[in-house]
């Protein structure tokens, strides 16, 4: 699987940006579709996941309420929809894959298999 995100740039605080992540491949709708971000001098942080083919949705407790995961599997293409951007929102954006992303892992890293190149957002005050 290889991921291509886009969508990322320069937006006020309180605006919207739309990321999007087109994936390669005959079985996108089986894997668990995710988004991470990372700013320089720390971990990449977990931001939100979609499960399998309109499966379940999680979010960090920083983002719940302002953006929204969802997914088109005919177009092969995940969405992060980012509303009421804060400054702190500001960071690479990666898109990421996992097949076998269970509950109690589905924060972590480690737990999915393919990564996007990222995607700069930043917010400004």
């Known amino acids: 699987v290889q991921l291509q995100a886009s969508g990322g740039g320069l937006v006020q605080a309180g605006g919207s940006l739309r990321l999007s992540c087109a994936a390669s491949?005959?079985?996108?709708?089986?894997?668990?579709m995710g988004w991470f971000r990372q700013v320089p001098g720390k971990e990449r942080e977990f931001v939100a996941v979609?499960?399998?083919?309109?499966?379940?949705?999680y979010y960090a407790d920083s983002v719940k309420g302002r953006f929204t995961i969802s997914r088109d599997n005919a177009k092969n293409t995940v969405y992060l929809q980012m509303n009421s951007l804060k400054v702190e929102d500001t960071a690479v954006y990666y898109c990421?894959?996992?097949?076998?992303?269970?509950?109690?892992?589905?924060?972590?890293?480690?737990?999915?298999?393919?990564w996007g190149q990222g995607t700069q957002v930043t917010v400004s005050s």
């Open positions: 979609m499960r399998r083919s309109g499966g379940t949705t």
């Open positions: 491949g005959h079985t996108f709708s089986t894997y668990a």
């Open positions: 990421t894959a996992g097949l076998g992303v269970i509950l109690s892992s589905l924060e972590t890293e480690t737990a999915y298999e393919y």
